[in-house]
């Protein structure tokens, strides 16, 4: 199956440091989500994003399909920024998706 | 307009019992997943429902089943309790081949 590998496994900055998480898999997919994981466990959509770039506020995140990898963007960390950051791509197989995880990056933005 | 909603939170069951858990789709969402999150890895697919089939199982026994009924809510069954069953339990909902959300999670502990 589809392989999704994560880099760096662990990040810590200073507040107000930029960071950038890498994304690769290893076939070609239909989409992929950036997520993040509070510490509570709740993953909270981030995004929806195939190819090209997007931005919200000081994330941002740019998918380069025909590369298979994709980048996400995080200016000017704040403490709750902290967590793990988790990419998934989507792969339709057999007349259904599913979501393939990667094992994710843990930030921790010190003080 | 409420989130994806999962029940119960927490559970605790011992070695060989079963356990069901329940999802709620966002409204307007006809597709539930359920994936298993393990401590300090990311999510893995368990199955997904559309029109009240299962569409797609990930990598699962049979002791895992489920069902969505008519108001597109689901449940997890796992029958014969194991100690590796315990993880998180995420839903996620969606439309059809659209992006995912994701409840809250349920956190079972296998005794």
């Known amino acids: 199956g589809i392989q999704v590998e994560q880099s760096p496994p662990d990040l810590i900055l200073q507040e107000g440091a930029n960071s950038t998480l890498r994304c690769n898999f290893s076939d070609s997919v239909n989409n992929l989500q950036w997520f993040h994981q509070n510490p509570w466990g709740q993953l909270i959509n981030l995004f929806y994003i195939p190819s090209g770039t997007k931005q919200n506020g000081r994330l941002s995140a740019t998918t380069v399909a025909t590369e298979r990898y994709s980048l996400l963007y995080i200016s000017s960390s704040q403490t709750t920024d902290s967590g793990v950051y988790f990419c998934a791509v989507k792969r339709w197989i057999q007349g259904a998706q599913k979501l393939v995880f990667g094992q994710g990056t843990r930030l921790t933005i010190n003080p | 307009d409420a989130g994806v909603t999962q029940s119960p939170t927490h559970l605790i069951k011992t070695r060989g019992q079963q356990v069901t858990l329940r999802c709620s789709p966002k409204?307007?969402?006809?597709?539930v997943s359920w994936y298993q999150q393990a401590l300090g890895q990311g999510p893995q697919f368990i199955f997904q429902?559309?029109?009240?089939?299962?569409?797609q199982r990930g990598n699962f026994p049979d002791r895992f089943s489920g069902h969505q009924f008519p108001n597109y809510s689901s449940e997890l069954n796992v029958n014969a309790l194991l100690l590796g069953d315990s993880a998180l339990y995420l839903c996620a909902s969606s439309a059809w081949g659209d992006e995912q959300f994701f409840g809250p999670g349920t956190r079972l502990t296998v005794l």
């Open positions: 429902y559309y029109e009240e089939e299962e569409r």
């Open positions: 409204s307007g969402h006809d597709t």
